[in-house]
């Protein structure tokens, strides 16, 4: 069964990590570095009670909105004079290591990126392009990130979070502000979350401007929903096609915190629902995202977010780093 729930403001004293003058920092930092994201607007007759866009996050550098925070968080530590000689480490599933090795060859830095064997093969060749120092560990992003851990303690390595850091989520939160400027007055974000990266940045980005933000999840990979109703953050299990790029254990307290002081909808869907919106959007846009980014897209097409008539929504397309070979090659 698809569940919904919705959480309000004030629940705890806010969290003051990042807010809107970080993410315009931000912008300002890595303004030429990324590409401007991309909005399309859906046909009237496949949303005929909203204006729905679509934000094509997916043709960002490295396939991914992870490159958005990769290059905030290189440029500052270069900036600062801070960026150690052993460069950056991260553990990640592919994207979040993907955009730090894309930052650190165009910042001429290094990049040692922890996966899980795992990991796609795809993935990990793309890192090897990019020139980082690809190591695999165990099965599960927790076994890589623990191994990148000590790795930055005895390296010295600027030690990279995939998503629970300011400087990276600050740095995600910019397509938000590319997107008012795009589109103008809107209503709801809708975005997939694993780890809450993020819909962090998009959370500060957007506060107190009255936009909703609606968090979308598989049903077997809901740690930012579990938080919601658990009081904070926890463990959880991950089972589901898009765990490779949703399948955090535990999303970030940033995250948890920053959806108290927001109008927000966490939304789970099943994995059927995830590989329709995928499909569909390859059937009628020629379009191949990855399922997490396609997840965002579900819980429209499901209704498990129904807009308002006349409400402007943008879903997020955030990623595209996928082999499309299960998809069908159909006419639309």
Not at 14 to 39: H, K, Q, W
Not at 83 to 109: D, F, H, Q, R, Y
Request: hydrophobic share 45%.
């Amino acid at each position: 069964m698809i569940q919904m729930s919705i959480r309000t403001a004030s629940i705890i004293p806010p969290y003051e990590a990042i807010d809107c003058t970080d993410v315009r920092i931000a912008a300002n930092r890595i303004s030429g570095m990324v590409r401007r994201v991309t909005l399309a607007s859906v046909d009237p007759a496949t949303s005929d009670r909203a204006d729905v866009f679509l934000a094509y996050e997916f043709t960002q550098h490295t396939g991914s909105f992870k490159a958005r925070g990769a290059a905030n968080l290189a440029t500052y530590h270069l900036d600062q004079g801070r960026m150690p000689e052993a460069g950056v480490v991260i553990a990640s599933g592919g994207n979040a290591g993907l955009a730090c090795a894309w930052a650190a060859k165009a910042t001429s830095t290094k990049a040692t990126v922890f996966l899980p064997a795992t990991a796609p093969l795809f993935k990990v060749a793309k890192l090897i392009e990019y020139g980082a120092d690809v190591r695999l560990v165990g099965t599960e992003y927790a076994h890589a990130l623990d191994a990148s851990t000590k790795y930055a303690s005895a390296s010295g390595a600027l030690h990279s979070h995939a998503y629970d850091h300011p400087l990276i989520a600050a740095g995600a939160g910019t397509v938000a502000l590319e997107i008012i400027e795009e589109v103008g007055n809107i209503d709801t974000v809708i975005v997939a979350v694993g780890g809450g990266g993020l819909f962090s940045g998009i959370a500060a980005a957007v506060m107190n401007t009255g936009i909703r933000v609606v968090a979308v999840e598989p049903e077997n990979c809901r740690a930012f929903n579990t938080a919601l109703d658990a009081g904070g953050p926890v463990d959880v299990s991950v089972n589901s096609i898009a765990a490779d790029s949703l399948g955090a254990r535990r999303t970030s307290q940033m995250a948890y915190e920053l959806a108290q002081r927001l109008d927000v909808t966490s939304a789970l869907v099943p994995d059927e629902a995830i590989s329709r919106a995928r499909q569909l959007l390859w059937d009628q846009r020629r379009i191949v995202v990855e399922n997490g980014a396609a997840a965002a897209l579900a819980a429209l097409l499901t209704g498990v977010y129904v807009p308002k008539t006349r409400e402007r929504v943008v879903v997020v397309l955030c990623g595209a780093n996928t082999d499309p070979a299960d998809l069908v090659h159909r006419n639309p």
